[in-house]
């Protein structure tokens, strides 16, 4: 088990909390049959708060290689989101940078220069895809862009995701757990594949 801590240090670096992982997942990022990423995941319950974290790292070649690094950091009590940060850098620089906080009776969203409130709920979002099949849900927020997103059932544990920007993923659960997506990056559209 203590691999497993030692494993989790070292993706997650220093906010790793005290709390061994209850979950730990691991993605392959593949593009036209070769792996060009990874993409690690944990859910940590620690007190009444649940702690998730990602981190994903992409190379890849387009006019010139190019390295992008996702780091979540996302926060639940009770089923509703209170925290998540998303840092976004690009060969080694900083690309985009969103924190989102519940603050008593609304969510604050900063994301680069830009602020902006939320007074729903959020009971799901887009870290809570990797862990837990989307049944029932309808939206689900997108912790980069600080957007709700629409999840559409396609049937046979498979699910599409609307972002705001129309850009459609797909998802497909095996036993509840995320096995592959389809997912379009914008200039690139790849798959995410379980380990």
């Given at each position: ?162 972002n705001a920007k129309g850009k459609e993923n797909i998802y497909y659960y095996k036993n509840g757990k995320l096995n592959k997506a389809e997912i379009d990056g914008g200039l690139i559209r790849f798959q995410i594949i379980s380990k």
């Amino acid at each position: 088990m203590i691999w497993y801590f030692i494993l989790f240090q070292f993706f997650f670096g220093q906010e790793t909390p005290i709390n061994t992982p209850d979950t730990l997942l691991y993605f392959d990022i593949v593009l036209k049959d070769k792996v060009i990423g990874q993409l690690q995941a944990a859910k940590t319950h620690q007190d009444a708060k649940v702690l998730y974290q990602s981190t994903t790292n992409i190379t890849t070649r387009i006019i010139k290689e190019v390295n992008v690094n996702y780091q979540y950091h996302v926060t639940f009590n009770d089923n509703s989101l209170k925290k998540a940060d998303v840092y976004i850098t690009v060969n080694n620089k900083p690309h985009a940078e969103t924190t989102t906080q519940w603050l008593g009776n609304h969510y604050v969203i900063k994301q680069n220069d830009s602020e902006k409130s939320l007074k729903q709920s959020i009971n799901y979002s887009t870290i809570l895809m990797y862990f837990t099949e989307p049944k029932n849900i309808k939206h689900c927020f997108s912790e980069e862009d600080g957007s709700l997103n629409t999840i559409v059932p396609l049937g046979n544990h498979t699910y599409k995701k609307i972002n705001a920007k129309g850009k459609e993923n797909i998802y497909y659960y095996k036993n509840g757990k995320l096995n592959k997506a389809e997912i379009d990056g914008g200039l690139i559209r790849f798959q995410i594949i379980s380990k």
